[in-house]
C-alpha cells in the first residue's frame, strides 16, 4: 500500500520560516494537500492541489510537490501556527494520510 | 456558510452497537463525497472511506472494510458511520469531511468530530 512519510516534528522561531516535507513513491506525479490541525480542533485545509491556498489562509502559507517529495512552507512563522501538519493524496481511490509533524513555534 | 454538524460524545461498552451522525448544510448534500476519519488518542488521521449521499455509493479503505458500515439519508442531509458492535479498540475522535466536488478531490471542510468511548 502507498505510504506518505513525514517528519515528527519541526521546531521554528517566530518570524523564521518552516519547511515540513513529505515523502512517497513518485508523489510528484499526484497532487499533495496539507492540513493544518491545531490541538482539540478539526483539521483545516491549508494546501491543496500541490500549491493552492483556500480562501481565508494567509499568503505565508505554500507549497511545492516535485519527484518523491511535496512540502510545505511556512514563512514569517506566526505563534498561531503551531499546529499538526498532515500531507494528503491520493492513490487511485484511496486516501493516504502522512503520519503528521508537530510544528513548534 | 458550508457546515458539517456531526452528533455527541458517546460512551458505550464494548459489543455494543453505534451509529454517530455528521449532517450537512450550506451546499448541495448530494453532489459531494463525504469523508470519514478517524483520529485515536495522541496519533495521527487515518483515512475511513467515503460515502456519495446522491446514491450513498461508498468505497471503504481495506482497513476498515467490514468493520464499519456507511450509510446516508439524503431527505435530511445526514451521513452516518455505524458499528453494529464496538471494540475498546474503537475508541477515538471520528470526523466527517466533505470532499470537494471540482476534480482535485480535497477535504475542504470538516466536521467538529464525535469522540467514541468504549469501556465496560
Not at chain 1, 77 to 104: H, I, R
Not at chain 2, 28 to 34: D, G, P, Q
Not at chain 2, 75 to 96: E, G, Q, R, V
Amino acid at each position: 500500500s502507498y505510504e506518505l512519510t513525514q517528519p515528527p516534528s519541526v521546531s521554528v522561531s517566530p518570524w523564521q520560516t518552516a519547511s515540513i516535507t513529505c515523502s512517497g513513491d513518485k508523489l510528484g506525479d499526484k497532487y499533495a494537500f496539507w492540513y493544518q490541525q491545531r490541538p482539540g480542533q478539526s483539521p483545516v485545509l491549508v494546501i491543496y492541489q500541490d500549491n493552492k491556498r483556500p480562501s481565508g489562509i494567509p499568503e505565508r502559507f505554500s507549497g511545492s510537490n516535485s519527484g518523491n517529495t511535496a512540502t510545505l512552507t511556512i514563512t514569517r512563522t506566526q505563534p498561531m501556527d503551531e499546529a499538526d501538519y498532515y500531507c494528503q493524496a491520493w492513490d487511485s481511490n484511496y486516501v493516504v494520510f502522512g503520519g503528521g509533524t508537530k510544528l513548534t513555534v | 456558510e458550508v457546515q458539517l454538524v456531526q452528533s455527541g460524545a458517546e460512551v458505550k461498552k464494548p459489543g455494543e452497537s453505534l451509529k454517530i451522525s455528521c449532517k450537512g448544510s450550506g451546499y448541495s448534500f448530494t453532489n459531494h463525497w463525504i469523508a470519514w476519519v478517524r483520529q485515536m488518542p495522541g496519533k495521527g488521521l487515518e483515512w475511513m472511506g467515503v460515502i456519495y449521499p446522491g446514491d450513498s455509493a461508498t468505497t471503504y479503505s481495506p482497513s476498515f472494510q467490514g468493520q464499519v458500515t456507511f450509510s446516508a439519508d439524503k431527505s435530511i442531509n445526514t451521513a452516518y458511520l455505524h458499528w453494529s458492535s464496538l471494540k475498546a479498540s474503537d475508541i477515538a475522535m471520528y470526523f466527517c469531511a466533505r470532499q470537494a466536488s471540482g476534480g482535485y478531490r480535497e477535504f475542504d471542510y470538516w466536521g467538529q468530530g464525535t469522540l467514541v468511548t468504549v469501556s465496560s
